[in-house]
Each structure stands twice: as C-alpha cells, then as structure tokens.
C-alpha cells in the first residue's frame, strides 16, 4: 500500500506577541499538529492583529505545544486564570479578545476540568507551558538544570542510581527496566558508545512521542545527553518518523539552539563531557521499532531484524554498545535525575512506577493527550478523564497496545493500569495508544484490521511472521465475509500459537495477541459469524443484509 | 555538520582503494543540486542510502529508476541494495503523483470512525483505489497508516491540508471543489 505523510509546515514562523509593560494575561495558543489542523496558526496571528487593533499593551500571545484535549481544538489557554478556550474559530476572535482584555489574575482561578485535574504531569510537565521553538523558555521552566547539576555535581555513576532507583521502565512497550538497560550499557567495554532516541511511533493510534517532540523537544535532548553521561557515550541519534514534519522540524530547531547555547556539543556546563545529536528520519516501516531492525535503518539498510543476543546494548550500532529508549523514557529523565529516584518511585504502583502518557481516541468524547499515573483505572480513565462513551453508546472495548496489544472488556474497567495488570488480561502496556470502543465495532474486523497491518508491515525476513500474518489475515477475512467454518477458527488458533512461539521478532511473536484477546473475551462474536451468519455489531458489510 | 555516527575506519574496505571520480547527475535539472549537497554531507558514504532517497524524494516528488541508479553510484551501494531499500519503506515512492492528493488515514481511531467508508465513497465517485491515480492524472488517492491527530479521527489530508471529522460525503465533495491547478513548474 502506498503511504504518503501530509507535506511539511509552513516555513512561515509566528511571532509570539510579548508586551513591553508587564503582562496581565497570556494567551497560549495550542500549535501542535491537531490543533494546527484546525487552524490554530490563525488564531495566532488574528490574535496579535486583533489585540493590536484593540489597543490591549498587557496581553501576550504565545506559541506552546500540545494543550492536552485534542477533542476541543483548537485551543487557547490562559494560565493566569486557569482559563482554556476551547474551539477557537479563526473567523470570529471577538469572544476570546473580550475575554482576555477581562482577564484578572486576582480573580479565584477557575476549577480545572476533571480533563485536567485527574492527570498528574511529569514527562509533559511543560506541554502547553513553554514555546517549543524557544530554548529560552525551556531554561526559564527549568530546562537544563538537571543537566547542569548531574555534570558539575555527580559521577556518571550517581546518575545511573538514581535512574535505577526511580523503577523507570521502557515506555515503548516492553516496559524493561531502564536502569538495567543503561548499566548493560554502562558496563560494556568498548571505546565508543551510541545514545539512540527511537521516535519512530509507528502504533497506528498512538501520538505520544509526536506530541512530546512537537511540544517540548529540548527535554528529550537534555534526557538524551544525561543518558550519555551515565553510560559514557557522547554521540546520540534521533530515529523518527518522516509522518511527523513538525516534530521532525521543531527537534532539529532545538539541536541548532542547544548546540548555539553550549547544551550540546564540546565541554557541556563547561564540563569534561560532550555530546552530539544527529537525526535520522524513517521512511514508513513499523517493524524498524524493533532494535535490531532500527539500527539496521540506521546504518542505511533495510529495517530487518536480527536474532538476540547479542543486544544492542552490548553490539548494535556499527558492532558499538547502543542504548536504545524510546521518546518518553528519555523524556521522564530530566525530572528524575533533577528530583531524585525516590520521587519518581513514590508515583504508581509496586512493580510500575511513575507515570505514563496515553494517547486516548477512538469513541471516546475527550479524545487527547493525557499523562497519569500507573495504577489508575481504566474506568477513571475512560468516564473520568475522557468523559465517557460519544452518544452514550455502550461501553464495548479498550484496546491498548496496538497491533500488538489486545481488547480489554467491560469487566476489567476497574483493572489498575500496570504492566502486570494488562499482561495479565491479555493485553500490553504498549506505547501508550488506547482506543476505546462502543458496541458499533465488530471485534472480529479489529482483529482482522490489525492483522493486515501487520501482514503488511512484516519485513517478509522470516515465514512464520511473513507466512503467518497473511494466512491469518485470510482467515479473519474469511470469516467477516460469513464464509468461514468452525474448522477455519480452530486452524486460525493453531496458526496463531505457531506464529507467538516461532516469529523471529515481537512484530510477528506479538500480531497474534489481538486474535487471541478477542477470541478470550468475544468468542461469541466469532461463533455469530461462522454458525449465524451475522455481525452483532452491524460493521461487517458482506453479513449486513 | 558532522556525521556523529558514522562507520568507524576501516570497515569499508572499499573506501581505502581510492574513489572514483564522483558520477554526473541524470539530468541538469537543479534540483539534483540539493541531493548532491546531502550525498556531501553525509560524507559520500553507504549508510547514507536512506537519507540520500529521502532527498531525492523531497527535491523530485518520487524517485524514479535513473534516481534510484545515480544513487547508488553516488553512495557506492549496489543497485539491488538501493532498490531493496527504497521498495522496502512505504514512504518512498517510485512514481509521480497527481496534480492533487489525497490521503486518507486508516489509523486504528480513523478506522472505527469510518476511514472505509471514506474511500468506499471515493472509490465510487472517482474509481480510484488507494496507491491509484486517475486516469487524467488530477487525482492520486493513498492511505496513512496514522497521521497523528487521532482526536480529529477520521481524517483526510487533501493537499497537505488535514480536515477532521469527515464524512464519505464530505470527503468526496472536498475532492469535487478543488481548483483545476497547472501543473507545477520544473
């Protein structure tokens, strides 16, 4: 199938409007993708116009990232008075300049919405605060501290620890323990070592590490660069996708500005310590998410998988130890070296500290960006958080983990959200993409659209994964066009288990968890199919008649 | 810039026979200049295939055969390895376009919100499948595997322009009141 990413954005940079008096008000405008798809960029500069016009010198109009509900974009928020404007329309700004020329910082602040007020912000601290494109605003929020102090007043050592003791685990989906990954690092001897930033999101569903690189991108390089501290290497790279033009450009805007103000680079805080950033850009393959296959694409080649062992963390770019951690685990860096291992530990569970960032979408009213913390419900988050199911449709699904992950019923909603807890029902953490689903989607046809995602992002290396996920594509078709047999399911489980047990790489070993989590909690949906030739949920066009 | 992460000496034992004299581009179009400036800093090297396509795409639109040799010669890779490489991303795409786009995302959020119908509706009104182009060359059709903006699901991306919430009749009348455009000039 023939991909093609929306082109760049406009080169055209909007002017943040900051008043030479002091600043009554702010008005932040939301600039990240959603909420430039809806225009956001004009209300930006129809605002500066406008408030020009209107003789307002104590109002500033500000560019920030991601504001968090994607639902209601776009969106304009006032942190003076806790206000947040939302479906700001370019045509019609007079509401919002009367708003803001009322404005008054002494006034209570409003209640923040149970949007907000359930999440807790660690790695999108900043997200809607500071001006992605200003890495003076980033040090004004207290960017670059951490770095600072880990340089001039730790060993690479201590860094490590504290990493280690904050519980931290991948935040790409396998959820291994990130201190251990970097002591591996740490400890393999070899005269150079690799920091890879894997920003290639590919989940279909899932927008975290866009949301975060397009929002805050100097907090991941100031993650990276603490990395290479505590396991001593001074070049990192950045893999990300080509889909995501705008994290693409504001990340290599914040590499240029940290290298100008010494964050980057030879002698760091004047220190005995350098490190550079490069990046990479993908060009559209899922599977160059898995390490072996992403150092493959790194080195100019086709993003096949190898067998571990060896790691990378022991062998991977050019043969060199490579520590490889996803966006938002970099992310999560700067505030646990800055705060301490101990204050990252004490949020989440036992086994699952800290927070995680979810991309919520699907049927859900406030679809958007949240962060919370482990341990959460997926009923807080689905009713609370997202404000329930769109028409009031029964609640049907969750599915996390993309391809890779599962559906998790009903029954399960007051489940905490941790590792253990999703393996558990048969699902992953994931990434992050949750899609929640109502009684109009067909749990068969998820499966099956899965399997063909994965039947067409699979490298073809291997035949259980290039062999497999097509038969088993077939197979679902097969059924959701009301053509199947009993003998068709009991083949496509056989082929399932074969696929989990012998695929050369998670693409493959994974693809078959969304049929087994579908088979394990909609079974009947299956068998309404096969025997009855129906689709409980009125989507399967070929069983509609 | 300096390549940070480049193969360490020595591994390519080519590169110590000595290069040959660089190859001259397929065509004098200037738009090779902006290729061949990447090829240099990337430092002429192998592992610069990917980036080096990603050029050629940016520059051109698509990457034809002649590209797709000139490349190789550049960078010294073999033309089984560039062509292996450049079939093997989704994002590289080895003919034109038409004078318009239109990319409809399938993510998972767009997909229970409908993307199906959405191309149903086009294929209907225009018959083109995605990864097709009409026959008079005003229309190419693709599909996203995700864009990212999951909240506006579903979405479709006309143009580089991306609207959301969109409906299988919206989407076609979308289609319907673009502007006839000229073709871009070389």
């Given at each position: 199938m ?16 900051a ?10 405008v ?31 109009v ?24 939302r479906?700001v329309?370019?045509e019609?700004l ?15 602040a ?8 359930r ?5 999108t ?29 730790m060993?690479s050592?201590?860094v ?8 931290l685990?991948?935040?790409g ?11 591996t690092?740490a ?7 690799y ?10 569903g899932a927008?975290?590490d866009r949301?975060v690189?397009?929002?805050d ?6 993650g990276m660069?603490?990395?290479g ?26 590499i ?27 060009a559209?393959a899922f599977?160059?998410g ?9 080195e100019?080649g ?5 067998p ?9 770019l ?9 966006v ?8 646990i070296?800055?705060?301490g291992?101990?204050w990252?530990?004490g ?7 800290g927070?995680?960032?979810f991309?919520?979408?699907g049927r859900?009213?406030n679809?958007?960006?949240?962060e919370?913390p ?8 689905v009713?609370?958080i997202?404000g ?13 983990g993309g ?9 399960y909603l ?7 807890s999703?393996?558990?029902?048969g699902?992953i953490?994931?990434?992050g ?18 399997m063909d995602f994965c ?15 097509t ?13 199947a047999?009993?003998a068709?399911l ?6 399932s288990?074969m696929?989990?047990?012998t695929?050369?790489c998670?693409?493959g ?6 049929v ?7 079974r ?10 129906t ?11 | 810039?300096q ?17 040959p004299?660089h ?22 090297k ?12 940016e ?8 590209a797709?040799a000139y490349?190789?010669?550049s960078l ?7 062509y292996?490489?450049?079939?093997f ?10 004078e ?7 993510g ?7 993307a199906?119908g959405i191309?149903?509706?086009?294929d ?24 990212g ?15 959301g919430r969109?409906?299988p ?11 006839a ?6």
């Open positions: 023939t991909e093609q990413a929306p082109p760049r954005p406009s080169r055209r940079r909007l002017a943040n409007l008043p030479a008096g002091p600043v009554r008000a702010t008005a932040a939301c600039e990240a993708a959603s909420c430039l798809s809806g225009r956001s960029g004009e209300v930006h500069t129809g605002l500066v116009d406008a408030l020009e016009t209107a003789g307002v010198t104590d109002v500033a500000k560019r920030v990232g991601c504001l968090g509900l994607c639902a209601a974009g776009p969106l304009v928020s006032v942190p003076e008075t806790g206000q947040l404007h479906n329309s370019p019609d007079s509401g919002l300049v009367e708003s803001l020329k009322a404005a008054d910082p002494a006034a209570p409003v209640a923040p919405d149970p949007f907000f007020a999440q807790v912000r660690v790695v601290e900043n997200l809607g605060r500071v001006d992605p494109e200003s890495i003076d605003d980033y040090v004004a929020a207290g960017g670059y501290r951490a770095l600072a102090t880990a340089l001039q007043e060993s050592a201590e490590l620890a504290e990493v280690t003791a904050s519980g685990r991948g935040r989906g396998a959820g291994y323990p990130t201190g251990l990954k970097w002591q690092v400890k393999a001897g070899a005269p150079e070592r920091v890879v930033c894997n920003a290639d999101e590919g989940d279909p927008f975290m949301s690189l397009e929002s991108p100097h907090r991941v390089l100031e660069a603490l990395a501290y505590a396991v001593g290497a001074s070049h990192g790279v950045v893999y990300c996708r080509a889909e995501y033009p705008l994290a693409l450009s504001r990340l290599k805007t914040a240029r500005q940290a290298e100008r103000a010494g964050w980057l680079g030879g002698s760091i805080a004047e220190e005995d310590f350098s490190f550079t950033v490069d990046v990479r850009v993908g559209g599977v160059c898995e390490e072996t296959a992403l150092i493959s694409s790194l100019g086709r993003g096949t998988p190898v571990r062992p060896p790691y990378p963390a022991t062998s991977g050019w043969g060199a130890p490579t520590l490889i951690n996803n938002e685990t970099l992310a999560a860096v700067p505030a070296v800055g705060r291992g101990a990252y530990a949020i989440g569970t036992a086994t699952s500290k927070t995680k960032v991309a919520l979408a859900v009213r679809t958007g960006l949240i919370v482990m341990g959460i419900t997926l009923r807080e988050v009713f609370d997202g329930g199911i769109v028409d009031d449709r029964p609640f049907k699904a969750v599915q996390t391809p890779s992950g599962g559906c998790i019923p009903s029954d007051d489940m905490p959200l941790d590792y253990e999703l393996a558990g029902v699902s953490m994931g990434s993409g949750m899609i929640v689903m109502d009684d109009t989607s067909c749990m068969v046809d998820v499966a099956r659209y899965f039947r067409d992002e699979s490298c073809g290396k291997c035949i259980p994964c290039r062999v497999g996920t038969q088993a594509w077939m197979l679902l078709g097969a059924i959701t066009g009301g053509t047999t009993m068709d009991d083949q496509l489980e056989r082929l288990s696929m989990a047990a695929s050369l998670g693409l070993q994974t693809a078959p968890n969304p087994f989590s579908t088979l394990r909690y909609f009947d949906e299956y068998a309404a199919h096969i025997v009855d030739r689709c409980p949920a009125g989507a399967c066009q070929e069983l509609i008649s | 810039m390549v940070a992460f480049e193969a360490p000496a020595g591994r390519d034992v080519r590169r110590s026979s000595g290069r004299a190859p001259s581009p397929p065509s004098d179009d200037r738009r090779w200049r902006a290729v061949d400036s990447r090829i240099r800093r990337l430092g002429g192998p592992d610069g295939l990917i980036e080096v396509l990603h050029a050629v795409q520059a051109f639109g698509y990457i034809d055969v002649d797709l490349v190789g010669q010294r890779v073999p033309p089984s390895k560039v292996g490489v450049a079939t991303y989704s994002y590289f795409t080895l003919k034109p376009a038409g318009h786009t239109c990319v409809v995302c399938t998972t959020a767009c997909y229970i919100n409908g199906a191309l149903a509706a086009i209907a009104a225009l018959g083109v499948k995605p990864g097709e182009t009409t026959g008079d060359g005003r229309m190419s059709v693709l599909t996203a595997r995700c864009v903006a999951c909240s506006l699901a579903p979405v479709v991306v006309v143009d580089g322009e991306a609207s969109v409906t009749a919206g989407a076609v009348a979308r289609l319907g009141d673009l502007p455009t000229e073709a871009s000039a070389p």
